[in-house]
């Protein structure tokens, strides 16, 4: 998971897209890694978190952010983007009981599947 890491509300936040490279239309998830900056431990108490993805101006969703399973402190969403380019996520969440919301965003491209994609092989073999 390619990582872009920034703090917010006393907590590390690692972002990234799997399967690298993030491609159109294939199936992609955005994950965050999230750790205490205290003892660098997972962080899980995230209460509403969710996500909206923005691009050009345009936003989608908000979508439920959900925890991965066997994987403390890994949350993550999953999409098919149709559209080349470069994408936001802001990622929303509170922590525990706390009242307030904290948001963090990170940018990501996602390329064009034809552009790795070779041509059909003429001549048949």
């Not at 470069?86 to 948001?103: D, N, P, Q, V």
């Not at 965003?105 to 048949?124: H, M, N, S, V």
């Given at each position: 998971m390619p990582h872009e890491r920034k703090e917010v509300a006393?907590?590390?936040?690692v972002f990234g897209a799997e399967p690298e490279p993030a491609l159109t239309d294939e199936m992609q998830f955005l994950r965050w890694r999230v750790s205490s900056l205290d003892d660098d431990e997972p962080y899980t108490d995230f209460q509403g978190a969710?996500?909206?993805?923005r691009r050009d101006g345009e936003?989608?969703?908000p979508f439920p952010v959900r925890g991965a399973?066997?994987?403390?402190?890994?949350?993550?969403?999953?999409?098919?983007?149709?559209?080349a380019g470069?994408?936001?996520?802001?990622?929303?969440?509170?922590?525990?009981?706390?009242?307030?919301?904290?948001?963090v965003?990170?940018?990501?491209?996602?390329?064009?599947?034809?552009?790795?994609?070779?041509?059909?092989?003429?001549?048949?073999g």
């Open positions: 006393g907590l590390s936040v969710e996500v909206t993805i936003e989608f969703g399973r066997r994987d403390p402190g890994l949350c993550q969403t999953r999409h098919i983007f149709t559209a470069e994408y936001e996520s802001i990622l929303s969440f509170r922590k525990g009981e706390e009242e307030e919301s904290h948001t965003e990170f940018t990501f491209r996602i390329r064009d599947r034809a552009t790795l994609e070779l041509p059909p092989r003429k001549g048949g």
